[in-house]
């Protein structure tokens, strides 16, 4: 025979066990162990958009897309977004991205390295970095030949935009910088000009090095075959001028021996 305290717990427990958990508990439960699935992870929500109306590959509407995109609401939270400080970047980052727009500006006056600065050096040197960038776009734009030969490449073909933003539009946080999209823009536009001009330049370095060592090694080449050629050509001279000199002694020799006899 089972012994009392399993008879009393078998089956009218497990019903009152099961009648316990009710539907919400259960709704509850799940709910709970989805929302420590979502902390866990990091989500990206995904507007899908109708590219036309006939669903057919590889055509896209350009006037449907727009009506979805405005009935939806996207395009108009984007242009909140604009109207505020949509960029928004760590001090760190922004000064080591932007600081080569002002890179006639020598380490006494605005540092390269910052890795050693506390955070309120960081935020000293971005304060610094914003004021002289808003103080020099006239004086750069009157007077480019002070300007790197960097950047001297790319100024006759593209010409990036001027830094001709306000200082509002750039609000200074304690660990962040918030930019407006306009602000942004411009510094983005300045920076991939630079980058650009770099890039051109050290290209052109390099292939000036090739191009130059293939001319050398032409040059030497060159040398050298036209050495063994007039060794050949001076060896030959010399074989000839050897012979008549030779057909001379012997012509010399041959008439004395004529005269004696």
């Not at 036309?52 to 590889?58: E, I, L, M, R």
């Not at 890179?103 to 006056?109: D, T």
């Not at 411009?186 to 890039?199: C, G, K, Q």
Request: hydrophobic residues 40%.
């Amino acid at each position: 025979f089972p012994p009392e305290d399993v008879k009393s717990a078998s089956p009218k427990g497990r019903r009152s066990n099961l009648q316990a958990k009710t539907v919400g508990m259960q709704f509850k439960s799940q709910l709970v162990g989805l929302m420590k699935k979502v902390e866990l992870t990091d989500p990206h929500y995904i507007r899908c958009l109708k590219p036309n109306d006939s669903a057919k590959p590889k055509t896209i509407v350009r006037r449907r897309m727009t009506e979805q995109l405005r009935y939806s609401g996207v395009l108009e939270a984007i242009r909140v977004a604009r109207m505020g400080f949509p960029v928004r970047l760590d001090l760190n980052l922004f000064f080591k991205r932007y600081r080569l727009l002002l890179q006639n500006q020598p380490e006494i006056i605005l540092a390269w390295n910052i890795n050693h600065f506390s955070s309120s050096q960081i935020q000293t040197a971005c304060t610094k970095f914003i004021d002289l960038l808003l103080s020099s776009k006239n004086t750069k734009s009157q007077d480019r030949r002070e300007t790197s030969r960097v950047i001297r490449i790319l100024h006759s073909q593209n010409n990036p935009p001027a830094l001709d933003f306000s200082r509002t539009d750039v609000q200074m946080g304690l660990s962040k910088i918030f930019l407006r999209k306009s602000a942004h823009d411009v510094l983005e536009a300045n920076r991939v000009f630079i980058d650009s001009a770099t890039a051109t330049f050290l290209q052109s370095a390099i292939r000036c090095h090739q191009r130059r060592s293939y001319y050398l090694l032409f040059r030497y080449a060159a040398g050298y075959v036209q050495r063994i050629y007039r060794g050949y050509k001076g060896r030959e001279r010399w074989w000839g001028l050897r012979e008549d000199v030779a057909a001379d002694l012997l012509t010399n020799n041959i008439r004395m021996l004529l005269v004696q006899n």
